[in-house]
């Protein structure tokens, strides 16, 4: 089973320029360009949950654009893309519909993918999040959706992006969040394991609203140490892998929600970090996600899920091609159809996020 035949929509992707626009690492970027020392040794430096989490800080470091996934893309045969926001900082209230703006004008669709769709960055809770959400419809008409940044992390050896646990749940995130209801708009959900549960709650509260399980919850430290007590001892991971299962399941009951199988490649799940520019072979990829492919299989069915490289935020561990590849191979040991491999990979994306059918061969 391969991709042959079909156009693939990569569902999650980001794009930045740490240099010209204004993200939360750019001061980092800006000044690593003058460090005297090696990258790896200057990095050394950084706090090492942060370290955990980036793998090998190349990325971060300078502009991520068109034509560096294009590079990275290789022969996957991706005919569109979807872009998500990525850590905008911009202090106007309004600030964050500028990073639509500027997805909007990079050059997809001439050598590259075509862009396909733009989720945006906003906080419910926040005053003025309905007048956020109409500069980012009127900065694109590719605009789909919002993401908030909520995972958080108990463990403080685990790299958080926001002040507490619980966003999900606070009055004022909640009436907030009725704005995407009255609009047709997703909500991309990226939360750490433990707060599952909490997707599950907005799910039930907002049965209307399509939500998008990011990376299918990201157990940090599942396959590894990353945190103090995540994945130091196997009795500990195999309790992460049990509580994410069993969280996982309940969360699928909601018809509203999709997941993403992506992420599976990022650090902070615990893989060791091979040597730069040698990605990690598919079998080795398999050994560590196949039980959460498969279960996410179970649960959601390829009817709910949707493929998405997360590059290149994944690109330290592995290459595009092979994360895609062990997707395919856990629907080919489940028996999986055409029609399923399809679904994964393109129509299910193309669904959700209002894709125009004419961008896809």
């Known amino acids: 089973m391969d991709l042959a035949g079909i156009s693939v929509v990569d569902a999650h992707i980001h794009q930045w320029d740490p240099l010209n626009t204004p993200r939360d690492f750019s001061m980092l970027a800006k000044l690593f360009r003058f460090v005297p020392v090696p990258v790896d040794k200057a990095a050394r430096l950084a706090p090492k949950r942060d370290r955990d989490f980036v793998g090998i800080p190349d990325a971060y470091l300078r502009p991520y654009l068109p034509a560096d996934y294009r590079e990275d893309l290789g022969a996957v045969p991706v005919e569109a893309l979807v872009h998500i926001e990525v850590e905008w900082a911009g202090r106007a209230p309004d600030a964050k519909a500028d990073e639509t703006r500027w997805v909007a004008s990079l050059p997809f669709g001439v050598d590259t993918p075509a862009l396909?769709?733009?989720?945006?960055?906003?906080?419910?809770?926040?005053?003025?999040?309905?007048?956020?959400v109409d500069k980012h419809q009127s900065a694109s008409p590719l605009f789909r959706g919002i993401r908030t940044m909520v995972a958080h992390h108990p463990d403080a050896g685990v790299r958080s992006f926001c002040r507490a646990d619980g966003a999900l749940t606070e009055s004022a995130f909640l009436d907030g969040f009725a704005v995407l209801a009255e609009r047709g708009l997703s909500f991309e959900a990226w939360v750490y394991s433990h707060q599952i549960p909490q997707v599950t709650a907005l799910a039930r509260r907002y049965?209307?609203?399509?939500?998008?399980?990011?990376?299918?919850?990201?157990?940090?430290?599942?396959?590894?140490?990353?945190?103090?007590?995540?994945?130091t001892q196997p009795g500990r991971r195999r309790e992460l892998f049990v509580q994410w299962r069993d969280d996982i399941a309940t969360l699928a009951t909601h018809p509203n929600v999709m997941a993403k199988v992506s992420g599976l490649a990022m650090p902070i799940l615990g893989h060791p970090v091979p040597v730069r520019g040698i990605p990690t072979p598919v079998s080795e990829l398999l050994d560590r996600t196949a039980p959460l492919l498969h279960h996410a299989f179970d649960v959601f069915g390829a009817q709910r899920l949707i493929w998405g490289s997360n590059y290149p935020?994944?690109?330290?561990?592995?290459?595009?091609?092979?994360?895609?590849?062990?997707?395919?191979?856990?629907?080919?040991?489940?028996?999986?159809?055409?029609?399923?491999?399809?679904q994964v990979f393109r129509t299910n994306a193309q669904r959700t996020y209002g894709i125009d059918a004419e961008l896809l061969a």
Do not use: M, W
């Not at 769709?117 to 309905?130: E, K, L, V």
């Not at 399980?213 to 140490?225: D, M, V, Y």
């Not at 994944?314 to 029609?339: H, M, Y």
């Open 207 to 231: 049965p209307e609203v399509t939500i998008v399980l990011n990376h299918l919850g990201t157990p940090a430290g599942i396959f590894g140490p990353v945190g103090k007590n995540t994945g």
């Open 313 to 342: 935020v994944d690109k330290p561990i592995t290459s595009i091609a092979n994360g895609a590849q062990a997707v395919i191979d856990v629907l080919a040991d489940r028996g999986g159809s055409a029609e399923e491999l399809d």
């Open 116 to 132: 396909g769709a733009i989720i945006g960055s906003g906080d419910p809770a926040t005053p003025g999040f309905a007048e956020l």
